[in-house]
């Protein structure tokens, strides 16, 4: 399916979930513009592609930007609306028809327009390996978005278990047979946990990112795993 025809699907899915009197935030599109403060909700999109097709001309561009031609492609997309400065956990289902290796195999998180954020393509899967478990970070000044990136810790949450494999010296992967729609027994479905940095439009300082860091130490990598098998089911109708 077009990445555009999953935009609105995604966005016929998020209009109808999100419903929240405390949020000011009525922007919904991702490739829209907008100031938030702590506690609305805040859209943003998940791109998968393989990692040329992020850049024009040797310059990385939003996934919004129709220069990349993503909506005519074969690119998948997932939308999500946190609450700003919650920490979130984020799963994206491949238990069923998608599976990242077949479009591309890399994400790029983005949002915005004329302030057109976006992170590095974060590479997810091939035909060999899965990774399953990132932490995004959503930095705002004054309640606008400057820079989505991903945080990498290693390979110290899987240092010793036989089940996984060090990429990079920076990700734990899964072998891609292990996983469940590949043949294998293990749930390979997408875990993302956000937090945001910087101030709102109230100038408030969000601090779900230094809380995140702190609870390094009490390995979230394995209360991710303890959650994965019961929130991924929920998000069956994202792709």
């Keep these: 399916m077009a990445m555009m025809e999953m935009m609105v699907m995604a966005m016929m899915f998020l209009t109808m979930l999100v419903?929240?009197?405390?949020?000011?935030?009525?922007v919904y599109q991702p490739c829209m513009d907008t100031t938030v403060r702590t506690g609305d909700g805040f859209t943003f999109g998940v791109a998968f592609d393989s990692y040329t097709s992020?850049?024009?001309?040797?310059?990385?561009?939003?996934?919004?930007?129709?220069?990349?031609?993503?909506?005519?492609?074969?690119?998948?997309?997932?939308?999500?609306?946190?609450?700003?400065?919650?920490?979130?956990l984020l799963t994206i289902?491949?238990?069923?028809?998608?599976?990242?290796?077949?479009?591309?195999?890399?994400?790029?998180?983005?949002?915005?327009?004329?302030?057109?954020?976006?992170?590095?393509?974060?590479?997810?899967?091939?035909?060999?390996?899965?990774?399953?478990?990132?932490?995004?970070?959503?930095?705002?000044?004054?309640?606008?978005?400057?820079?989505?990136?991903?945080?990498?810790?290693g390979c110290?949450?899987?240092?010793?278990?036989?089940?996984?494999?060090?990429?990079?010296?920076?990700?734990?992967?899964?072998?891609?047979?292990?996983?469940?729609?590949?043949?294998?027994?293990?749930?390979?479905s997408i875990g993302i946990q956000l937090a945001f940095s910087g101030t709102d439009k109230n100038y408030v300082a969000l601090n779900s990112w230094y809380e995140v860091a702190n609870l390094r130490q009490y390995s979230l990598y394995g209360l991710y795993s303890n959650l994965k098998n019961s929130l991924s089911s929920q998000f069956n109708g994202l792709f």
């Design 19 to 26: 419903v929240d009197a405390g949020d000011t935030n009525t």
């Design 93 to 153: 289902n491949t238990t069923t028809n998608f599976f990242p290796s077949n479009y591309g195999g890399y994400m790029v998180a983005f949002a915005g327009q004329k302030y057109a954020a976006r992170s590095l393509p974060a590479f997810v899967a091939n035909s060999t390996y899965i990774v399953t478990s990132f932490t995004l970070v959503l930095e705002f000044s004054q309640g606008q978005l400057q820079n989505l990136y991903w945080k990498r810790y």
């Design 156 to 188: 110290s949450s899987c240092a010793g278990n036989s089940t996984f494999v060090c990429l990079n010296q920076q990700d734990c992967a899964f072998k891609t047979s292990s996983c469940i729609n590949q043949g294998g027994s293990v749930d390979c």
């Design 54 to 88: 992020f850049f024009y001309n040797q310059t990385q561009l939003s996934p919004c930007d129709q220069r990349l031609g993503l909506s005519s492609a074969n690119s998948q997309l997932a939308l999500f609306r946190p609450k700003v400065d919650e920490i979130s």
